[in-house]
């Protein structure tokens, strides 16, 4: 019988997440770069390498190039309110000058959106904005409609809507993650910085900002990843095709439409989630850079 040593049984007890990590994390990366080459589709039994055709021709694909501007347009204008009202609440709710009260009541009613399913929240909007529902018939009883209106396949309204659902559904989470990172900063600090006569703006931009590093990177990372990943709002809100007129495709639809269309093109599906992967990665470490510790 193998003996091991007492040192050696750490690695005992890190091997299922080691081998669970290979089989489903780094070995199907591997495997979309490695199809990304191919012209494999669902139905065929060959896979034939083409090297870089399936970029080529995304590349010079107006529909994938609009899928990537969509994609950036719904994040970058669902985050930045998302970050700077989060960090706007989470100053207020720490603040000791404030004291407010009811803040976990507060918290728990931003973050409630976030333990909805996406499908759920799909089919809600879709049914407050609907031809017969309950937003038209307001607006028609109220006057402010003279007849009822197609919300869902207006270019702007939809993607309104896809922007304000994700902005609903992740600042609460975002509040929570800003509040652990101000509670951990010392009150000696701001103390310090109140008797040197500092005012609430400087504290904020000379101390909480600066030592929130750690935490605002997570953040910037961790929305960048899903927001070039947003699939389920887009897709279940209107046709499933990104509609009206594609304002709403984003790269995740796109390589499901490329996956799911009559032959199954599963080699130009995996050179989208690789580009999606290289441009996530590529602004992953420029948000590392540039908010990194200057010494």
């Known amino acids: 019988m193998v003996k091991f040593k007492r040192d050696h049984y750490g690695y005992i007890f890190i091997a299922p997440f080691i081998i669970a990590f290979l089989i489903f994390g780094l070995y199907p990366v ?23 055709t399936n970029f080529t021709r995304l590349f010079a694909d ?19 309110p998302q970050i700077g009202i989060a960090l706007l ?15 976990g009541v507060w918290r728990a009613l931003f973050f409630l959106p ?28 109220a006057g402010i409609l003279p007849e009822a209106m197609q919300f869902l396949q207006n270019q702007t309204i939809a993607r309104g809507l896809v922007i304000f659902i994700q902005w609903w559904m992740w600042f609460g989470a975002t509040i929570i993650l800003l509040m652990a990172g101000m509670t951990a900063i010392p009150t000696a600090l701001y103390e310090s910085a109140m008797i040197d006569g500092a005012n609430e703006r400087q504290m904020l931009w000379r101390i909480t900002i600066p030592l929130l590093k750690p935490i605002l990177i997570f953040v910037f990372v961790t929305s960048l990843v899903g927001g070039m990943q947003i699939f389920d709002i887009p897709y279940l809100l209107t046709d499933g095709r990104g509609s009206p007129a594609g304002s709403i495709m984003t790269n995740n639809i796109l390589m499901y439409l490329k996956f799911s269309s009559s032959k199954g093109h599963i080699g130009a599906a995996s050179a989208v989630g690789v580009l999606v992967f290289i441009m996530t990665c590529i602004c992953a470490f420029g948000i590392f850079y540039f908010l990194r510790e200057k010494k």
């Open 30 to 52: 591997y495997n979309t770069f490695y199809l990304s080459f191919t012209d494999t589709t669902l139905l065929g039994g060959d896979a034939n390498f083409v090297g870089l």
């Open 114 to 141: 976030n333990l909805l399913m996406p499908a759920a929240i799909a089919a809600l909007f879709f049914s407050l904005f609907s031809f017969y529902g309950p937003v038209n018939q307001f607006l028609v009883r």
């Open 89 to 103: 609440l989470a100053v207020w709710f720490t603040s000791l000058r404030l004291r407010l009260k009811g803040v």
């Open 62 to 80: 107006n529909v994938f190039m609009k899928a990537v501007k969509n994609t950036w347009i719904i994040w970058i204008l669902n985050f930045i």
